[in-house]
């Protein structure tokens, strides 16, 4: 079982639709991040959680630390959101442990 | 730079041949990351660097992948005697401190080995 899992791993959606991605994980963190690549490979850092919930125009970030869960929230999507979103935590040190990433395509 | 940049952003070899890469950090960023990604598959973390010292190199999946930083500013990963399972893109990555705070990836390189 990986430290880190995300759901679903893929994810196909209409414009405008309300979309959730979900991250669990096994083991005590200092942090959670969310990054965003895109189809030619780019990796962008979207949020670094401690606890709480941030929010930047669009998307949401939520984690639970008691119930080792995060989300990721894109409200009003647009196809320009397709791309795969990974799940990283920092459990100890500064190395992170990635999640296998969530494809999600936004059709027109 | 803007940015993190790394070079060569394409790289094919040969089975057996060593390859050097490079990656330039934002400027003034103390830390230095080092990850893997294989077709299809996640990230996987390599080694990480405070300054020009390694703290973390616990990724390094054999004794023919080395590192190093110099000047806090450039690093080269090294290659040895590149097999087929090495091909993937390598990413490289800074931050501020090394403290946990957002990480800027650079473009990566594609690693081809025939």
């Known amino acids: 079982k990986n430290e880190v899992e995300q759901s679903p791993q893929n994810l196909t959606a209409q414009e405008g639709e309300f979309i959730t991605i979900n991250c669990s994980y096994s083991v005590g963190i200092s942090a959670l991040h969310w990054l965003q690549q895109h189809p030619g490979g780019g990796i962008v850092s979207l949020f670094m959680?401690?606890?709480g919930k941030k929010k930047h125009g669009r998307l949401i970030a939520t984690i639970n630390i008691q119930e080792k869960h995060s989300s990721l929230h894109i409200t009003a999507s647009h196809p320009r959101d397709s791309a795969v979103y990974i799940c990283a935590v920092r459990s100890g040190g500064s190395r992170l442990t990635f999640g296998e990433g969530t494809q999600l395509t936004v059709n027109p | 730079g803007a940015g993190v940049s790394q070079s060569p952003s394409n790289k094919v070899t040969e089975k057996g041949k060593d390859v050097e890469l490079r990656c330039d950090p934002i400027?003034?960023?103390?830390?230095l990351y080092w990850y893997r990604q294989r077709l299809g598959q996640g990230l996987e973390f390599l080694i990480y660097?405070?300054?020009?010292?390694?703290?973390?190199k616990s990724g390094l999946p054999s004794d023919r992948f080395s590192a190093e930083r110099t000047g806090e500013s450039v690093s080269t990963l090294t290659i040895q005697r590149t097999q087929q399972e090495d091909s993937a893109v390598y990413l490289c990555?800074?931050?501020?401190?090394?403290?946990?705070?957002?990480?800027?990836f650079g473009p990566g390189t594609r690693l081809l080995v025939l």
């Open positions: 959680l401690s606890s």
């Open positions: 400027s003034g960023h103390t830390a």
């Open positions: 660097f405070q300054g020009n010292s390694a703290p973390d």
């Open positions: 990555a800074s931050s501020l401190n090394g403290g946990g705070e957002t990480q800027y």
